[in-house]
Structures are given as structure tokens and as C-alpha cells.
């Protein structure tokens, strides 16, 4: 448990920072363009048509202003900048990692609502301190000490200017789909899967008393079945303690409202 998931603590809030760059073209959606007709004579077998888009995004208003995306290979950089101007260079250089920032944001939020995250793959620096629990092998609780050192990203995430920050999602936001399709989902839209992901998230439960772990192997799990087969991006909430989890969600849903009409469905 705390070895899965502590390189990726973050992540939860940083699922907000991406979702909030929808709003910025809430009221200039356009309709995705169908793919045309293949050639009825045609006998090579057709590529499946893609999926209807449900939270299209179109291209950034100041594509011009911001000058080019870079390709996805160097936008470390760019992002890295983009990122620096947004929340400041200490907390960049303390949370962010500097190498694959787009690829590896892609593919943790894929990932948060399945069983696993890869940790390769984090996008985010380990919290600081060490993993506390009270009890033994056998039979342990959650220490609430645990709660503290996640303190310092949720006050990060809650001080940022969403309206700049729609900005930098949406001038990057042909690499994140780039990105995307590169996972293997070639028909894939990656905003919709961000949405999605939102509402794993905001189904994610709060344990309303202890939460009890055992310890089979080397990491602690829930002791609760029901619980360990929640999705990892849930688990992450549970473990950052109910106050962080209620301010990661109170803003999921406050940006998902403003980048779909459609409420959450949990």
C-alpha cells in the first residue's frame, strides 16, 4: 500500500489542475467531425470509426500569443516553464519531476481508476516522511499523522489560478491527446477519459472511523476486501485522511461542472 502509492500522492490534485482547462471553451464547443466514408469497392479492411467525442475541446485562442507546441519528445521544457510561471519554481523543482511530464501524467490518469499505477511512470517527487501505522502485522490502523504530509500539495493546488491553468492545458493539449493515442487508444479522446476519471474519483468512499490494515508481505494493505478492490485512485484519497480528500473532491466537482453539463453519476 504505502509503497505503491506514496511516488504518486499527488496525483489526485493534479487530476484538478488538468480537468479545470476545459472550462475556458465551455461555451465554444464544436462537434466532432465524423471520419469520411471509405470507398464502398474498397476491400482492405476499414480502421473502426471513432468514438463520439463527448467534451471536446477546440484549439487554444491564443495558439498565436503562446507561439507553438513543441513535439511531445522535447516539451519538457516548455511544460516544465508553462508550470513554473503557474505555481512557482520551489514548488516545480519539489514536486514535479522533470523528465516525460506529459507522457507521465497521461498514463496515471489512465491508470487511477484501475488496480495498479505505475510507478515508473509517476509524475510526482515521493512525500516527504515516512509511512506511519499503529499496531502490527496482524491487526494495524492508519496513524491520522499520515494526513499532515499530504497538507502542503492540497494548500499548492488550492492557491492556483484555474484560469491560467486552462490556458496551459489547452495550448499543450495536442500532446496530452498525443500521448493518449500513443497508450494504445488510437480512436481515443483524452479529455473524455479525464472526465471519467473525475467521477472515479468522486465515488471514492471515506472510511468513517479507523482505517484497519494488515501487512501479508511488505506493504500494508486494507484490511477491508471491499475496500483494497477500490480502483488505486481512490485508494489515494482514503489514505490522504478525510479533510484532504474532501477539498480534492469539493474542487473535482466544481470543475467538472464548469467542463460538462452532464452531473457526475455516482
Not at 506514496?6 to 471553451?25: E, M
Amino acid at each position: 500500500m504505502e509503497n505503491l502509492n506514496k511516488p504518486v500522492i499527488g496525483v489526485a490534485a493534479l487530476v484538478v489542475v488538468l480537468a479545470v482547462g476545459g472550462w475556458y471553451f465551455l461555451r465554444h464547443r464544436t462537434a466532432a467531425v465524423p471520419p469520411a466514408a471509405p470507398p464502398a469497392s474498397s476491400s482492405v479492411a476499414q480502421t473502426p470509426p471513432e468514438a463520439a467525442i463527448q467534451h471536446p475541446l477546440p484549439p487554444p485562442a491564443d495558439a498565436g500569443a503562446a507561439g507553438p507546441v513543441p513535439p511531445l519528445a522535447d516539451s519538457d521544457a516548455a511544460i516544465r516553464d508553462a508550470l513554473t510561471q503557474l505555481a512557482g519554481a520551489d514548488a516545480v523543482s519539489s514536486y514535479l519531476r522533470p523528465d516525460a511530464i506529459i507522457r507521465n501524467l497521461v498514463v496515471t490518469v489512465d491508470n487511477l481508476p484501475r488496480q495498479k499505477l505505475a510507478v515508473e511512470k509517476r509524475p510526482i517527487n515521493a512525500t516527504a516522511g515516512v509511512f506511519l501505522a499503529n499496531g502490527d502485522e496482524l491487526h494495524a490502523t492508519l496513524d491520522r499523522r499520515n494526513f499532515d504530509r499530504y497538507k502542503p500539495l492540497v494548500t499548492l493546488i488550492s492557491s492556483l489560478d484555474m484560469a491560467k491553468v486552462a490556458q496551459v492545458y489547452t495550448h499543450f493539449y495536442p500532446l496530452f491527446q498525443e500521448a493518449y493515442q500513443n497508450l494504445g487508444y488510437p480512436n481515443g479522446y483524452f479529455n473524455d477519459r479525464l472526465v471519467q476519471v473525475i467521477d472515479v474519483l468522486l465515488a471514492a468512499p471515506q472510511p468513517s472511523g479507523p482505517i484497519e490494515l494488515v501487512q501479508p508481505n511488505v506493504m500494508y494493505t486494507f484490511a477491508d476486501p471491499a475496500l483494497e478492490a477500490r480502483p488505486a485512485g481512490q485508494k489515494l484519497l482514503m489514505r490522504m485522511g478525510p479533510d484532504n480528500a474532501a477539498a480534492i473532491k469539493a474542487k473535482l466537482m466544481e470543475l467538472r461542472a464548469l467542463i460538462t453539463a452532464a452531473p457526475p453519476k455516482h
